[in-house]
């Protein structure tokens, strides 16, 4: 069974910067589509940002300029955050498309405090 878990939230002051990972117990080449997700209290999960297999990456308009996600050789994906704001606070989450299957991490969560 394929499995992805993140790493890498916590209290951050607003301004500061954060390092997601995601990591696959697979090659993270093996999915076509690496993304990441937020749910905020009291509102909706929402894509943040994605890449996939070629390296194409695509952004929420809230986070364009400030976040960045990558991938290394091996098996894991990650988010840099930075500049963050109060609402950037939210469980993130690691979602990766391995064919015609969603799969889903268990979440991190990342606080901006003032």
């Known amino acids: 069974q394929v499995q992805l878990v993140e790493s890498g939230g916590g209290l951050v002051q607003i301004g500061g910067s954060l390092r997601l990972s995601c990591t696959a117990s697979?090659?993270?080449?093996?999915?076509?589509?690496v993304a990441w997700y937020r749910q905020a209290p009291g509102k909706e999960r929402e894509l943040v940002a994605s890449?996939?297999?070629?390296?194409?990456t695509d952004y929420a308009e809230s986070v364009k300029g400030r976040f960045t996600i990558s991938k290394d050789r091996a098996n894991t994906a990650y988010l840099q955050m930075s500049s963050l704001k109060t609402e950037d606070t939210a469980v993130y989450y690691c979602a990766a498309a391995l064919g015609a299957v969603a799969l889903w991490g268990q979440g991190t969560e990342v606080i901006v405090s003032s």
């Open positions: 890449m996939t297999a070629g390296g194409e």
């Open positions: 697979r090659s993270i080449f093996s999915f076509k589509r």
